[in-house]
T-cell receptor, first 115, second 117 residues
């Protein structure tokens, strides 16, 4: 049973560039979540999918951010026209519904640095 | 909106001793779940323990146990026989039990635990 994986682990980009991150959930997990974590803070919810449907988006998710989960498997998070304030760790998690607790399991994260 | 507060930014404990990390939360819901996650320096978040609000019995996982006080909205984590590998940032998290509220986790600010040899 492999865990949640994320790619890349680190990304350095210049302000104004677009970046895309990928998350592969635990196989058979139907829910997938994106969180953002800045240094010294707890993760903040961005969005989540159940299968391929994006069911909830946080107000933190500005129109420069877009997430997809085609075919209900892996997911991508794209940030357009990056700003220095986008520098953070982007965490992905997955879970399986049907279990009352619906526990989320996290990936290692992608650290984004915007210069 | 639910909030989670961890009032101890840093804690330290001697190896083999016991330490308790505090967490309080604010909610108007009666059905919810609480979690403690550990984030070691490698940054991967690991589930430590979980508690369903409808259960009165406190959850226990080996050396980790919780003191869940529903009326006081308190959810502390006790680590017994602390080991060097317990050193990490610990996050308390809340999840609503209502499907209409979605599955988002709301995290506290974290407590950095240092284990001294």
């Amino acid at each position: 049973d492999t865990g949640v994986s994320q790619d890349p682990r680190h990304k350095i980009t210049k302000r104004g560039q677009n970046v895309t991150f990928r998350c592969d959930p635990i196989s058979e997990h139907n829910r997938l979540y994106w969180y953002r974590q800045t240094l010294g803070q707890g993760p903040e919810f961005l969005t989540y999918f159940q299968n391929e449907a994006q069911l909830e988006k946080s107000r933190l998710l500005s129109d420069r951010f877009s997430a997809e989960r085609p075919k209900g498997s892996f997911s991508t998070l794209e940030i357009q026209r990056t700003e220095q304030g986008d520098s953070a760790m982007y965490l992905c998690a997955s879970s399986l519904t049907g279990l009352r607790t619906d526990t989320q399991y996290f990936g290692p994260g992608t650290r984004l640095t915007v210069l | 909106a639910q909030t989670v507060t961890q009032s101890q930014p840093e804690m330290s404990v001697q190896e083999a001793e016991t330490v308790t990390l505090s967490c309080t939360y604010d909610t108007s819901e009666s059905d919810y779940y609480l979690f403690w996650y550990k984030q070691p320096p490698s940054r991967q978040m690991i589930l430590v323990i979980r508690q369903e609000a409808y259960k009165q019995q406190n959850a226990t996982e080996n050396r980790f146990s919780v003191n869940f006080q529903k009326a006081a909205k308190s959810f502390s984590l006790k680590i017994s026989d602390s080991q060097l590998g317990d050193a990490a940032m610990y996050f308390c998290a809340y999840r609503s039990g209502r499907e209409t509220s979605g599955s988002r986790l709301t995290f506290g600010e974290g407590t950095q635990l240092t284990v001294n040899p």
